[in-house]
């Protein structure tokens, strides 16, 4: 847990999620900023305010450091994972984004995508929801994500316009390039490209 996942997310995590996977007697475990280095302590919008920094486009700073290095601290502390016991993972990526699913570069951990084996698409994994009688939850990421689509920006601004507005702080605090250029969150440009457009009806 980053920190800076939607609200409804953290609702629907702990109002549908939890519950469920507790009638099936499985329990859902987050990792907080306890699994984290020291170092990275600070939720991720806090550390990047902090440090003047913004999440990373193209290193993926953000998702090793407050992801995968949780990860891999829970593998080996708690389950014991080993290159002769490895831990096995299992990832929700659909087939409609197949390309994603890449086999694990550590030798304590073996990756399988049970809904590309499936053969489940997104839409599959939704139906499967609804007739397991929950509601489809929210897509799950970071608010401020860069990785985001203009329409999802444009969406965030519409129906949580103080989540925009950290965003648009985040990304007026952040140091300039070396170069003296500005720094943007999204890759297309300045947020304010979007703050400044008007929502078509509808």
């Known amino acids: 847990d980053t920190g800076g996942e939607k609200p409804s997310t953290y609702t629907y995590l702990q109002n549908v999620a939890v519950p469920f996977a507790a009638q099936s007697g499985l329990t859902i475990t987050v990792l907080g900023p306890e699994w984290r280095d020291s170092h990275n302590a600070l939720d991720l ?53 197949a390309r994603r699913a890449t086999p694990s570069r550590w030798p304590d951990e073996v990756r399988r995508f049970p809904l590309i084996e499936l053969c489940m698409s997104r839409q599959d994994a939704a139906a499967t929801i609804i007739r397991a009688g929950l509601p489809v939850p929210p897509k799950s990421g970071c608010f401020y994500c860069p990785l985001q689509t203009r329409a999802s920006w444009r969406a965030l601004k519409r129906r949580s316009p103080d989540l925009f507005a950290r965003a648009l702080a985040m990304e007026a605090n952040a140091y300039p390039k070396s170069d003296g250029s500005p720094r943007y969150l999204p ?16």
Do not use: N
């Open 45 to 97: 919008e806090a550390y990047c305010l902090k440090y003047h920094m913004l999440p990373g486009t193209f290193m993926r700073w953000c998702t090793d450091r407050y992801k995968l290095r949780s990860l891999r601290r829970y593998h080996h502390q708690v389950l014991g994972a080993t290159p002769d016991t490895p831990v096995e993972v299992w990832i929700g990526i659909s087939t409609d984004e």
């Open 187 to 202: 890759a297309f440009g300045p947020l304010e490209q979007i703050a400044a457009q008007d929502d078509l009806p509808g």
